[in-house]
């Protein structure tokens, strides 16, 4: 506290409250090539539907990133998922296809700051994403009342049982467009051909006749709306008018939702004023609110037949310059080729820095010795505090009879040794409910799961192996089968972990190991995600006491800090026993000179049971047991 220079009184806290935090161990992570979604950045994905929504579904290219992160989901609720693509890839437009990767993207290299300010020859509209998938998509925008509904001028007449509408002094070309709905005799009937002023050709066949009749047109997506766009509250305090339109993104070639022409997203009464405000406040220029709220597209450009689009509101008259609907259909979306492995280490790059990303398990879908190598060398020998989990190469396991096991482990023998890595032994076949298919898929996006369940259902210390927590889901056969002991035995050995379906009692994940190749406690998952958990929680806790004096005081405080939390994992069977020492003897005046601090935490950490020997020995009956084991 300040020295007082007159009497008075000082009031101060001192926060002696501190405890040892909880850490997130259960979190997920994968990188690859997925049909939709933002690229080159980390989105946190919760369900396998949140999945879908996010990423699209799977298709031959990308069935092994997509099911190594369902089948993860299908155990924990947290996945980073981070997009990759080439160059190649690019997003559908009106114009001129593109590629812009995400939101920063957007904003940072396409668009500026003023309220017309577009994506350069991408035409009115792009889509949201990389990717074939936007070319399925169209941009209808009602631009004015009349467009949205109107009686078209001269009368019509059309047969029962017919298709085409013919009329007297109507003006077909003008009034409609292709796609309109128009209402004849009681009944609506989409346009599907204008052949001049007076004829048109309908979709459908006329049930009753007309004769004279007057005729209405009607917006294609008139019934996704409550009535036409007009002039908005904000307009009419400023005097202006016909600020509204309505838009909607369209599916219309069905690759979206399985059906041609299917409403995907509807924005009623947007203004095209620059400065308008909705009710509560907000934007409600047109690009803005679709800007911040679609899934599909971003604003491109200001169509040249909406007059005034763009402009402050004040005094102007806004609508189109013509009375119909305006339709944009994108382009030129393109995949893009399978990523390489540079693509797909810069994705990993993404996960590199703990302090911006909480990642446990970075899964490697169907990854090659390169890229398992960087993920380990480059991203968890360097976060320290997750497991890189991955599995053999598709051709050692699939269709490789006889020699799966000497082929893993020849993969395997590729890659460095250590304490922060998990290898399994193979592939499963599954089924693909998008695509109704079966596939292979590899293993370790469930044994990332399994890592993660045992979390939620005991500790992370916990072996996530054996009967009791190592069961795999979504199983339909194992596409290598470890069922000999043999087997098991040489991948064990080379800290492979074998899992085995076993008649009646499913499919197991047998093995605990990591890939140190060295004997230490760290060849084990539970010793080395106790770690984790230890050096992650306490270390996040003696942040707090950086800049502190090194004294009698602080390692006092260090150590009633950290002693209660390794009692509660003691407690929990995380370790047999512990040891903090932080005090002078390894707090010496150089130390303390050197403005460091040393807490030296000694761990006897627990281990899980991986062989059991059962002895059972026959005696005679006049034996007394105490002469053979001994006093019970």
Same mark, same amino acid.
């Given at each position: 506290?300040?020295?007082?220079?007159?009497?008075?009184?000082?009031?101060?806290?001192?926060?002696?409250? @501190?405890?040892?935090?909880?850490?997130?161990? !259960?979190?997920?992570?994968?990188?690859?090539?997925?049909?939709?979604?933002?690229?080159?950045?980390?989105?946190?994905?919760?369900?396998?539907? #949140?999945?879908?929504?996010?990423?699209?579904?799977?298709?031959?290219?990308?069935?092994?990133?997509?099911?190594?992160?369902?089948?993860?989901?299908?155990?924990?609720?947290?996945?980073?998922?981070?997009?990759?693509?080439?160059? %190649?890839?690019?997003?559908?437009?009106?114009?001129?296809?593109?590629?812009?990767?995400?939101?920063?993207?957007?904003?940072?290299?396409?668009?500026?700051?003023?309220?017309?300010?577009?994506?350069?020859?991408?035409? #009115?509209?792009?889509?949201?994403?990389?990717?074939?998938?936007?070319?399925?998509?169209?941009?209808?925008?009602?631009?004015?009342?009349?467009?949205?509904?109107?009686?078209?001028?001269?009368?019509?007449?059309?047969?029962?049982?017919?298709?085409?509408?013919?009329?007297?002094?109507?003006?077909?070309?003008?009034? /409609?467009?292709?796609?309109?709905?128009?209402?004849?005799?009681?009944?609506?009937?989409?346009?599907?051909?204008?052949?001049? $002023?007076?004829?048109?050709?309908?979709?459908?066949?006329?049930?009753?006749?007309?004769?004279?009749?007057?005729?209405?047109?009607?917006?294609?997506?008139?019934?996704?709306?409550?009535?036409?766009?007009?002039?908005?509250?904000? &307009?009419?305090?400023?005097?202006?008018?016909?600020?509204?339109?309505?838009?909607?993104?369209?599916?219309?070639?069905?690759?979206?939702?399985?059906?041609?022409?299917?409403?995907?997203?509807?924005?009623?009464?947007?203004?095209?004023?620059?400065?308008?405000? @909705?009710?509560?406040?907000?934007?409600?220029?047109?690009?803005?609110?679709?800007?911040?709220?679609? *899934?599909?597209?971003?604003?491109?450009?200001?169509?040249?037949?909406?007059?005034?689009?763009?402009?402050? &509101?004040?005094?102007?008259?806004?609508?189109?310059?013509?009375?119909?609907?305006?339709?944009?259909?994108?382009?030129?979306?393109?995949?893009?080729?399978?990523? !390489?492995?540079?693509?797909?280490?810069?994705?990993?790059?993404?996960?590199?820095?703990?302090?911006?990303?909480?990642?446990?398990?970075?899964?490697?879908?169907? !990854?090659?010795?390169?890229?398992?190598?960087?993920?380990?060398?480059?991203?968890?020998?360097?976060? *320290?505090?997750?497991?890189?989990?991955?599995?053999? %190469?598709?051709?050692?396991?699939?269709?490789?009879?006889?020699?799966?096991?000497? #082929?893993?482990?020849?993969?395997?023998? /590729?890659?460095?040794?250590?304490?922060? $890595?998990?290898?399994?032994?193979?592939?499963?076949?599954?089924?693909?409910?998008?695509?109704?298919?079966?596939?292979?898929?590899?293993?370790?996006?469930?044994?990332?799961?399994?890592?993660?369940?045992?979390?939620?259902?005991?500790?992370?210390?916990?072996?996530?192996?054996?009967?009791?927590?190592?069961?795999?889901?979504?199983?339909?056969?194992?596409?290598?089968?470890?069922?000999?002991?043999?087997?098991?035995?040489?991948?064990?050995?080379?800290?492979?972990?074998?899992?085995?379906?076993?008649?009646?009692?499913?499919?197991?994940?047998?093995?605990?190991?990591?890939?140190?190749?060295?004997?230490? @406690?760290?060849?084990?998952?539970?010793?080395?995600?106790?770690?984790?958990? /230890?050096?992650?929680?306490?270390?996040? &806790?003696?942040?707090?006491? %950086?800049?502190?004096?090194?004294?009698?005081?602080?390692?006092?405080?260090?150590?009633?800090?950290?002693?209660?939390?390794?009692?509660?994992?003691?407690?929990?069977?995380?370790?047999?026993?512990?040891?903090?020492?932080?005090?002078?003897?390894?707090?010496?005046?150089?130390?303390?000179?050197?403005?460091?601090?040393?807490?030296?935490?000694?761990?006897?950490?627990?281990?899980?049971?991986?062989?059991?020997? %059962?002895?059972?020995?026959?005696?005679?009956?006049?034996? #007394?047991?105490?002469?053979?084991?001994?006093?019970?």
């Amino acid at each position: 506290m300040a020295f007082q220079v007159s009497p008075g009184v000082n009031v101060s806290e001192v926060d002696l409250t @501190a405890v040892i935090p909880a850490v997130s161990t !259960s979190v997920g992570a994968v990188t690859g090539m997925f049909r939709w979604g933002p690229v080159s950045k980390r989105v946190l994905i919760s369900s396998e539907d #949140d999945l879908v929504g996010e990423f699209f579904k799977p298709d031959s290219n990308n069935f092994g990133e997509f099911f190594t992160a369902a089948n993860f989901l299908s155990y924990s609720n947290a996945l980073q998922v981070v997009r990759v693509t080439t160059s %190649l890839a690019n997003n559908a437009a009106s114009t001129t296809a593109k590629q812009i990767k995400n939101e920063e993207d957007y904003t940072d290299n396409h668009v500026g700051a003023s309220p017309t300010s577009g994506v350069s020859g991408a035409g #009115d509209w792009i889509a949201r994403y990389p990717g074939a998938l936007g070319n399925s998509l169209k941009v209808v925008i009602c631009p004015r009342p009349d467009a949205f509904s109107r009686t078209l001028s001269g009368t019509v007449a059309i047969t029962a049982n017919t298709k085409t509408v013919t009329g007297t002094s109507t003006k077909f070309t003008t009034q /409609l467009v292709v796609g309109d709905f128009l209402y004849v005799g009681g009944q609506f009937n989409r346009v599907v051909t204008i052949s001049s $002023a007076t004829s048109v050709t309908l979709l459908d066949r006329q049930v009753a006749a007309a004769t004279s009749a007057t005729a209405q047109k009607r917006f294609r997506y008139f019934s996704s709306f409550e009535n036409g766009p007009d002039t908005s509250n904000y &307009a009419n305090t400023v005097s202006a008018s016909l600020d509204e339109i309505h838009v909607a993104v369209v599916d219309e070639d069905g690759t979206i939702t399985g059906v041609p022409d299917t409403v995907l997203e509807v924005y009623p009464h947007v203004s095209l004023a620059s400065d308008a405000k @909705a009710e509560d406040g907000s934007s409600n220029y047109y690009r803005d609110v679709i800007n911040a709220k679609s *899934k599909w597209i971003w604003w491109a450009n200001v169509p040249a037949s909406l007059t005034n689009a763009g402009s402050a &509101a004040a005094g102007l008259t806004f609508g189109g310059v013509a009375n119909n609907a305006i339709t944009s259909s994108l382009t030129g979306g393109t995949d893009g080729a399978v990523p !390489s492995n540079a693509n797909i280490q810069a994705g990993l790059d993404l996960l590199r820095d703990s302090d911006e990303v909480d990642v446990s398990f970075i899964m490697m879908g169907n !990854s090659n010795q390169t890229n398992i190598t960087y993920a380990i060398n480059s991203i968890a020998e360097v976060r *320290k505090d997750c497991l890189v989990c991955f599995s053999p %190469l598709r051709g050692n396991v699939v269709d490789n009879l006889g020699a799966e096991a000497t #082929d893993i482990v020849t993969f395997r023998n /590729l890659l460095p040794s250590t304490s922060f $890595a998990v290898m399994d032994s193979g592939w499963k076949y599954q089924y693909d409910k998008y695509n109704d298919i079966y596939r292979y898929v590899p293993l370790n996006g469930d044994i990332a799961g399994l890592m993660a369940q045992t979390d939620r259902d005991r500790d992370p210390w916990f072996s996530p192996a054996g009967y009791n927590r190592g069961n795999v889901k979504n199983v339909v056969r194992l596409a290598y089968n470890p069922s000999r002991k043999a087997d098991r035995d040489l991948l064990y050995g080379k800290s492979v972990n074998p899992v085995v379906t076993f008649a009646g009692q499913g499919t197991v994940l047998f093995g605990d190991r990591t890939l140190l190749s060295k004997a230490s @406690a760290f060849d084990r998952i539970n010793v080395r995600r106790l770690f984790i958990v /230890l050096e992650k929680a306490i270390s996040q &806790a003696s942040k707090f006491s %950086l800049f502190e004096f090194n004294d009698e005081i602080t390692r006092g405080q260090f150590v009633n800090l950290v002693e209660p939390f390794l009692r509660d994992v003691q407690g929990r069977s995380g370790i047999y026993d512990f040891r903090v020492v932080c005090d002078e003897t390894n707090n010496t005046s150089q130390v303390i000179d050197s403005n460091q601090f040393v807490g030296d935490i000694y761990i006897k950490p627990a281990r899980s049971i991986n062989y059991i020997q %059962l002895n059972f020995v026959a005696v005679r009956t006049g034996v #007394d047991f105490t002469e053979i084991v001994g006093k019970a």
